[in-house]
């Protein structure tokens, strides 16, 4: 079974800076894609960033040049490094890892348990 462990989030004040975590665990031999979403209340999932294991980046337009993210194959974890945070940052953010492969299969749309970011004064 295959485990999604997200960490990072809580409060911050606008401008501030928060790094998010996701470690996948469980018998993997790869993982194509690892990624970030976030949702606000009412609103549906949306990509924040995401990386394939060959380093390939996409980002969502509003975070371009505030957002990082990285991966560390060997460890199977997935960063989100978030810099001068707006309150409309605010959110529940996902990590999701898609093609993620065992000895028996490959899964994908693997989520994590949400961890909340709130940016405000």
């Known amino acids: 079974q295959v485990r999604l462990v997200e960490s990072g989030g809580g409060l911050v004040q606008p401008g501030g800076s928060l790094r998010l975590s996701c470690a996948a665990s469980?018998?993997?031999?790869?993982?194509?894609?690892m990624g970030w979403f976030r949702q606000t209340p009412g609103s549906e999932r949306e990509l924040v960033a995401r990386?394939?294991?060959?380093?390939?980046?996409d980002y969502e337009d509003s975070v371009k040049g505030r957002f990082t993210i990285s991966r560390d194959n060997a460890k199977n974890t997935v960063y989100l490094q978030m810099n001068s945070l707006k309150p409309e940052d605010t959110a529940v953010y996902y990590c999701?890892?898609?093609?993620?492969?065992?000895?028996?299969?490959?899964?994908?749309?693997?989520w994590g348990q949400g961890t909340q970011v709130t940016v405000s004064s």
């Open positions: 469980g018998n993997i031999l790869s993982i194509s894609t």
């Open positions: 999701l890892a898609d093609g993620v492969r065992t000895q028996t299969s490959t899964t994908y749309g693997i």
């Open positions: 990386q394939s294991s060959g380093g390939v980046t």
